[in-house]
């Protein structure tokens, strides 16, 4: 009976620890973002001023019509759209193909050109890769548009997509394909007509990790866009609004900016938050 209290109160202890740190856990993630969205209600001068108080002392809805007047958002929205859009669709399309190759289909260097993807994922140079990307692009002449920032950032963490797509790809049967063949189906056949109806789940936690990706990059579009404002997406274009204040700062217009460019992601979250769980649990049974 002594033991049986002593780990009942073990566990209720180890509980305890848990729930308290998850909660701080949860305060320190979610904390920002109130602030965020609270503060782009207040007026700068409260904003300037500090204090801990959250709920703004009066609620200016005029805060979010200058931001969106000021920061020129309907061009950096439909930039960050167009951007979002065409890295998910070129992610899909390469990443789903690649794991279902390497999943499927047996050819030389295999393995290897496999293990070399993976080590390459744990090689990052970082913004010192800039200014080689940048003058390719010039010679290439693809500085002049955004399809430099959208091919670089499609390539960019590729390789943990295909490792997902080929994890889920390994919980589908082989004897779909074997079916699909007997049928006259060919291997890209197969692919497009068996295995991407089934690649659904993981398709959709590829496109909201590459849309989610692609609309928060920030470093790379600020260096290609330096030259033409009207190319910025809206990570990059919604720091200009902080610059718009009489003399200070304006916090509350650029804590509007900000709201207004979290919304859309969230949006495409919740449309594709089902699937996006599904593909998750899915491609990590088998790897």
């Known amino acids: 009976m002594k033991t049986h209290a002593v780990e009942s109160r073990?566990?209720?202890?180890?509980?305890?620890a848990i729930f308290v740190f998850l909660f701080i856990l949860a305060v320190l993630t979610i904390y920002p973002i109130i602030y965020i969205l609270l503060g782009s209600f207040k007026e700068n001068e409260e904003l300037v001023s500090g204090g801990l108080n959250l709920l703004p002392h009066?609620?200016?809805?005029?805060?979010?019509?200058?931001?969106?007047?000021?920061?020129?958002?309907?061009?950096?929205?439909?930039?960050?759209?167009?951007?979002?859009?065409?890295v998910t669709v070129i992610t899909l399309f390469t990443t789903s193909m690649a794991g279902y190759v390497f999943a499927r289909k047996e050819f030389r260097f295999k393995k290897l050109i496999f293990n070399t993807m993976i080590m390459f994922m744990f090689i990052n140079v970082g913004s010192v890769s800039l200014r080689p990307l940048f003058e390719l692009a010039v010679k290439l002449h693809l500085n002049t548009s955004l399809w430099?920032?959208?091919?670089?950032?499609?390539?960019?963490?590729?390789?943990?997509?295909?490792?997902?797509?080929?994890?889920?790809?390994?919980?589908?049967?082989?004897?779909?394909?074997?079916?699909?063949?007997?049928?006259?189906c060919g291997f890209f056949g197969t692919y497009f007509k068996?295995?991407?109806?089934?690649?659904?789940p993981a398709l959709a936690t590829v496109g909201?990790?590459?849309?989610?990706?692609?609309?928060?990059?920030?470093?790379?579009?600020?260096?290609?866009?330096?030259?033409?404002?009207?190319?910025?997406?809206?990570t990059v274009g919604v720091l200009e609004l902080r610059n718009n204040g009489d003399g200070a700062a304006a916090w509350n217009i650029l804590f509007a900016g900000s709201a207004l460019s979290i919304v859309p992601i969230i949006i495409v979250y919740f449309i594709s938050s089902k699937r996006f769980v599904g593909g998750m649990m899915s491609g990590s049974v088998k790897g």
């Open 10 to 16: 073990v566990t209720k202890t180890a509980n305890a």
């Open 58 to 86: 009066k609620f200016i809805f005029d805060n979010y019509v200058q931001a969106w007047e000021m920061g020129n958002f309907s061009v950096y929205t439909f930039n960050s759209v167009f951007l979002s859009v065409m």
């Open 148 to 184: 430099a920032v959208i091919l670089i950032a499609a390539g960019t963490d590729q390789t943990i997509y295909i490792l997902l797509i080929r994890g889920f790809m390994q919980t589908i049967p082989k004897e779909l394909d074997e079916a699909a063949m007997i049928d006259g």
């Open 194 to 200: 068996i295995i991407l109806p089934n690649l659904r």
């Open 208 to 234: 909201l990790l590459s849309f989610r990706g692609a609309w928060n990059q920030y470093i790379l579009p600020l260096v290609f866009t330096m030259s033409n404002d009207k190319l910025r997406p809206l």
